[in-house]
């Protein structure tokens, strides 16, 4: 059976126009693709503007009454200005992505029509994948003896391949509508909306420090690089405006004596094995912008040094007696309360201050749950246009999905990168790059897996090794219906306790221990080896006692427990 032909484009506003019997004397572009014999057009999709509905009209009544078998449908688009190059790119793009492509129907492009921006959109969207047709040119023909309604026309296939050059030319624009795309993403969380808004405002107009608070996954290093872009834009057209770097670290990797090094840099000879000066991130960020992901994993000693930078712009590389002189903004990223790492004496109260002029709160994923269609399109373009190809969903694998998405069974405790992830998975597993519902159902168990591990802290410290119970069995509901008997749990409990004890604790100690003093220190063994810090950990543990008291410090009650068997947080954690 063959396949039917489709075409999409716009219409012509100068070349189609026309509203008496002349107009058949003449070549019209998107009439004119209805008039060929070798070509039979089943569908015809035309774009117009709600204000040249009039001549959307004409047209497509001149088509019926040419070529009847034809089905023209129009699609009303909104653009306030043709010439806007991220404007045009980001409505045929939604049009694009809400088209229902069919695979019995074979598509063509028509370039003719539209603005100079507009065809340069229309090619980047086939070229990267997101359209599955060729394209068609038409025009009058320059042969007399064939008729001047009729015109010519030429279909290219757009083999990637063979037009490295053109794709080459388009290349950089097209990763700067990414960008930009990426950066004005649509979202209907109107508390999103409003932290979007005063961000932008920002980022071009201060530069006082910026401190982007959420949960892991939440999209804190994303942002900060489109801050930055924000900030170069602004610069870029400032006449004699520059901005320099954007330097970005994550804090958390930076341990013991090379935290100093890698921030601050070092002259030769500062310790053993710098054979040679090292300028530092806050020198390569000098001018720039430098991101500190996870900032409240940074030390008490890094953190004075950078206060120093930020006050005095100059700070003092390692083992050097001259300062080094520089400017720039701080960005910095975390997923503590940091008020309470001031509290607990493991966050400086004076780069908090610091810190605090801008504070922004970034929502999880399912704290925008109204978002995730949006995203899920996002990662579906983001994917094609990184692997040349058009990804998309069957209708019912789409409403599977998005339903599972917003329910209350997914978790997202990976928020976005979660997302990210299952995107991949779906894209890359699928036979075709159409996205079924055996895909998705597949997916669906493997994010309810990954979701079911023992990520949260109970079920760790419950996990005492691979004998050990189960939480289920700790229930006391659920005890009468374990298969050992309570003689048999309590001896499996005994064992777990003791194989961890025997790690950390010394000998003299443990036979001094009551049993059920034994099981509790074991307990609190494995919360201290699943939390980052001390005061985390105690917080935990104290979860209910510490709003009886008027001054809590659990940090403080847990080192004066571990003390007790002569056991101290950085040993266990």
């Known amino acids: 059976m063959s396949k039917k032909t489709a075409i999409i484009g716009f219409l012509g506003t100068t070349l189609d126009k026309g509203f008496n019997d002349k107009r058949w004397q003449r070549w019209r572009p998107t009439v004119s693709l209805c008039l060929h014999d070798d070509m039979l057009v089943d569908e015809l999709h035309i774009l117009y503007s709600p204000k040249d509905q009039r001549m959307y009209d004409v047209v497509a009544g001149d088509i019926t009454q040419v070529c009847p078998t034809t089905q023209v449908v129009g699609h009303q688009v909104r653009l306030a200005s043709p010439w806007d190059f991220a404007q045009v790119y980001a409505e045929l793009y939604d049009f694009v992505t809400g088209f229902d492509f069919a695979e019995d129907t074979q598509y063509l492009l028509h370039l003719t029509t539209g603005t100079h921006v507009a065809q340069i959109c229309w090619f980047l969207l086939v070229e990267a994948g997101f359209i599955p047709a060729k394209l068609i040119q038409s025009s009058p023909c320059p042969k007399p003896e064939q008729s001047d309604p009729q015109g010519c026309y030429q279909i290219i296939d757009l083999d990637v391949s063979r037009y490295d050059s053109l794709r080459a030319r388009f290349e950089a624009e097209k990763a700067e509508h990414w960008q930009t795309l990426q950066a004005n993403l649509v979202t209907q969380n109107e508390a999103y909306q409003k932290l979007i808004s005063d961000i932008e405002k920002v980022a071009t107009r201060s530069t006082a420090p910026i401190l982007l608070i959420g949960e892991t996954g939440a999209g804190k290093s994303q942002l900060a690089t489109q801050i930055y872009t924000l900030k170069k834009d602004k610069a870029g057209v400032q006449a004699g405006a520059s901005l320099g770097q954007f330097v970005e670290v994550n804090c958390a990797t930076l341990r013991g004596d090379t935290a100093m090094s890698v921030l601050f840099g070092h002259v030769k000879g500062a ?26 994993e940074l030390g008490l000693d890094e953190q004075a040094m950078l206060l120093t930078a930020l006050e005095e712009q100059r700070f003092y590389p390692v083992g050097s007696d001259t300062p080094v002189s520089v400017s720039f903004q701080l960005m910095a990223g975390t997923n ?21 002029t801008w504070t922004f709160f970034l929502p999880s994923l399912k704290d925008r749950l109204e978002d995730l269609p949006a995203n899920i399109d996002y990662e579906l373009a983001r994917l ?38 299952s995107m991949i998975r779906m894209t890359t597993l699928s036979d075709s790059k159409v996205i079924r519902l055996p895909d998705v159902k597949a997916e669906i168990r493997r994010l309810i897996d990954l979701w079911e591990l023992p990520t949260d802290n109970l079920s760790s410290s419950l996990s005492f090794s691979k004998n050990s119970l189960s939480k289920s069995s700790l229930n006391k509901n659920n005890i009468t219906k374990n298969s050992q008997t309570p003689k048999q749990i309590a001896t499996s409990l005994e064992q777990s306790t003791e194989q961890i004890l025997e790690q950390y604790v010394s000998k003299q100690v443990r036979q001094d221990i009551d049993p059920f003093e034994a099981v509790q220190l074991a307990y ?50």
């Open 271 to 296: 310790f053993t094995g710098a054979n040679s000066s090292r300028d530092g991130l806050l020198k390569s960020a000098d001018g720039g912008v430098l991101f500190l992901d996870e900032i409240g």
């Open 336 to 356: 503590k309360d940091l008020r309470q790492a001031v509290a607990d004496g493991e966050f400086r109260a004076d780069l908090f201050a610091r810190l605090n």
């Open 524 to 573: 609190v063994i494995t919360v201290c080896q699943g939390q980052k810090s001390q005061a985390s950990a105690g917080r935990y543990l104290y979860a209910n006692s510490r709003d009886k008291l008027k001054n809590p410090n659990d940090s403080d009650r847990l080192r004066k427990y571990l003390l007790k068997f002569g056991l101290k947080f950085e040993d266990l954690s």
């Open 384 to 421: 094609g246009s990184e692997q040349q190809q058009q990804y998309r969903f069957e209708r019912e694998a789409r409403r599977l999905y998005e339903a599972f998405a917003m329910s209350h069974e997914a978790t997202w405790q990976g928020n976005f990168r979660d997302l990210s992830a």
